[in-house]
């Protein structure tokens, strides 16, 4: 089931900066043509001019039906298909769970959330009736392991996708559609410029793993999609603690939690 990114085209959102950028090139590098879509039209200009005739840009807001409507316009007139949607785009809140109003909230769930139900109703559509394709969500590993307690809107919204994405697996494949998961540990990107603080910053807690450079994501968000697997983790010490949090999510909690005053 695996796609022939040779001759595929992607769909990548948040593809102007970081992670996006990173596996936008990583899809051209394998011989796919790459719609480049961002916020921020500027960026997603640049990263698509880096791909040459591989890449057109879009601007395009995920909280947004009708930029991710003009984005699927684009890929049809321009490369004629979609095989590959990657929904990108995350933004974060953060602060103590007291602090972070239901604005940030709000914000957060229409970005990181519905920004991928969108997609799905926009894209999901062609790729069934044309039986092949691939989506890629990206979530975090603060999406699978609960150390992302001083930024709730972000930790809920990455669970949540991993959520979705695992119950869309069990759908699209026997379809013929892959579906993968990116759940990154630390990447060193841009999202920091988008963070919206709240309250007193609190000390971190829990599992601390090793900060990757985005090109290396790239390369292994590719691969991960050649090879057609759900799970693309970043840190293999998260395959460790989901282990061990999988085993006993109590005993994983008290030992996040034994030093507390
Ligand atoms: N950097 C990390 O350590 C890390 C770790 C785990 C998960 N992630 C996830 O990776 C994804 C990419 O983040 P990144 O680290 O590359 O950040 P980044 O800030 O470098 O890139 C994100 C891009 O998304 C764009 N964007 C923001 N809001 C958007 C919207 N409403 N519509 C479309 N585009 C929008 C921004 O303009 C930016 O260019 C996010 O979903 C993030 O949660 C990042």
């Known amino acids: 089931m695996s796609i022939d990114l040779h001759h595929a085209v992607a769909v990548v959102t948040g593809a102007g900066s970081g992670i996006g950028r990173a596996a936008a090139h990583a899809f051209a590098r394998r011989g796919a043509r790459v719609v480049v879509t961002d916020l921020i039209g500027e960026r997603a200009r640049t990263v698509a001019d880096e791909l040459g005739p591989r890449g ?44 972070i109003p239901l604005e940030a909230w709000q914000r957060v769930v229409d970005v990181n959330l519905l920004g991928v139900v969108r997609s799905n109703l926009v894209f999901l559509p062609g790729l069934l ?30 669970h949540a996708i991993v959520g979705l994405s695992e119950a869309l697996a069990l759908y699209l494949r026997p379809r013929g559609i892959g579906v993968s998961c990116l759940c990154p540990a630390g990447v060193a990107t841009n999202i ?24 290396s ?21 998260a395959a460790d603690e989901l282990r061990e949090h999988g085993a006993d999510i ?12």
Do not use: W
Not at 73 to 86: E, N, P, S, T, W
Not at 217 to 237: H, K, M, S
């Open 56 to 99: 057109v840009a879009a601007a395009c807001d995920v909280t947004s039906v009708d930029d991710l409507r003009a984005v699927r316009g684009l890929a049809l007139d321009h490369f004629g298909r979609v095989d590959l949607v990657m929904n990108n785009a995350g933004v974060l809140a953060v602060g103590p769970a007291e602090d």
């Open 129 to 158: 009736e044309q039986g092949s394709g691939h989506v890629v969500n990206t979530a975090s590993t603060a999406g699978l392991l609960p150390y992302g307690f001083d930024r709730l809107p972000y930790t809920a919204t990455k």
């Open 192 to 215: 920091v410029e988008q963070i919206a603080f709240y309250g007193k910053p609190a000390p971190p807690r829990g599992p601390a793993f090793p900060v990757l450079d985005a090109e």
């Open 217 to 237: 994501v790239g390369e292994l968000v590719a691969d991960g999609v050649l090879r057609d697997r759900f799970l693309i983790l970043t840190a293999p010490q």
């Open 250 to 261: 109590d005993a994983y909690l008290s030992r996040l939690t034994k030093d507390t005053p």
